[in-house]
Each structure stands twice: as C-alpha cells, then as structure tokens.
C-alpha cells in the first residue's frame, strides 16, 4: 500500500513533468515544428499557447482524478507509470534534442 506522503510526492512529480513538457513543447515547436497531429491541429484551430494551456490543464486534471481514485494502491500504481512515461516519453528526449 502506498503512503499518503508518497502519493503526494507523486502528484507533485507528475505535475511537475507537466509543466517541463509545456514549456519544452514550446521551445521545440519553435525550433523543430510539431510532430503530434492533435497539438498540430489546435496550434492551426487556437494558437499555441491556448492549445498546450488547455492540453497540460487536462493532463493536470486527469493526474489530480487519478489521485482521488480512492485506492491507494491502484492510485500509485497508476501515478508511478504516468512519471515513468513522462520521463521515458518527454524528459529524456527533449533534454537530450533541446539542451544536450
């Protein structure tokens, strides 16, 4: 079973990753074009701040919803692999094309 404190630390992690991966979306949009077709499609549609605005807000929500689940096990089960994929799926490769 996992600890409150350590759901907290993941929540906190996850959000975290959030906000890295807007800004570095940004910063590679500007620099190497967008390759994800749903954020092409709402970079055209509103811009690109609204778009990643509203997408990282509802990654934040979805994070948040899964933090009430209200199983603390399945809770961070859950948020364990969200972090994981956020650091493996965006950290990693945007560290490594953006400032490495």
Do not use: C, H
């Not at 600890?3 to 992690?13: E, F, G, R, W």
């Not at 990282?56 to 692999?81: D, E, Q, T």
């Amino acid at each position: 079973m996992q600890s409150s404190a350590a759901i907290v630390v993941l929540i906190t992690l996850n959000l975290a990753l959030q906000i890295f991966d807007g800004f570095a979306t940004y910063l590679g949009w500007q620099r190497f074009g967008e390759a994800n077709p749903l954020l092409q499609a709402g970079f055209a549609a509103w811009g690109t701040i609204p778009t990643l605005v509203v997408a990282k807000a509802a990654a934040a929500a979805l994070i948040l919803g899964l933090a009430r689940a209200g199983r603390p096990a399945l809770v961070g089960v859950g948020l364990s692999f969200t972090l994981v994929a956020y650091v493996s799926l965006s950290l990693i490769p945007w560290m490594s094309r953006l400032w490495l």
